[in-house]
Nanobody
Framework: VQLQASGGGLVQAGGSLGLSCAASGRIISINLMAWYRQAPGKQREMVAS???????DYLDSVKGRFAISRDNAKNTMYLQMNSLQPEDTAVYYCNVPMIRTPTGFSFNYWGQGTQVTVSS
């Protein structure tokens, strides 16, 4: 099983960017999917999460600006980021804590990280 993240880039403050994360391999189902970010010199923090039934949670600082979604049939998660601010600059990672496979369960998958840079 692999997670492939895409999107990100450089944008001016107030702009928008979109991220996607696709899980591939022998997957039966995925419940929780999440986006994390890590800025230089800071700890990694969870930005948003979504379950297979659509339960969503956001970091307080991104509420009202970011929107997480997913396509269960494609095992793909998205993050639409609007009204971006310089403090949103970080490497963004997708995470899947647990995947159900034909042989059981596999744990703790991370995408490769994608850079988001917001200029002031």
């Amino acid at each position: 099983v692999q997670l492939q993240a895409s999107g990100g880039g450089l944008v001016q403050a107030g702009g928008s960017l979109g991220l996607s994360c696709a899980a591939s391999g022998r997957i039966i189902s995925i419940n929780l999917m999440a986006w994390y970010r890590q800025a230089p010199g800071k700890q990694r923090e969870m930005v948003a999460s979504i379950t297979s039934d659509g339960t969503i949670d956001y970091l307080d600082s991104v509420k009202g600006r970011f929107a997480i979604s997913r396509d269960n049939a494609k095992n793909t998660m998205y993050l639409q980021m609007n009204s971006l601010q310089p403090e949103d600059t970080a490497v963004y990672y997708c995470n899947v804590p647990m995947i159900r496979t034909p042989t059981g369960f596999s744990f703790n998958y991370w995408g490769q990280g994608t850079q988001v840079t917001v200029s002031s």
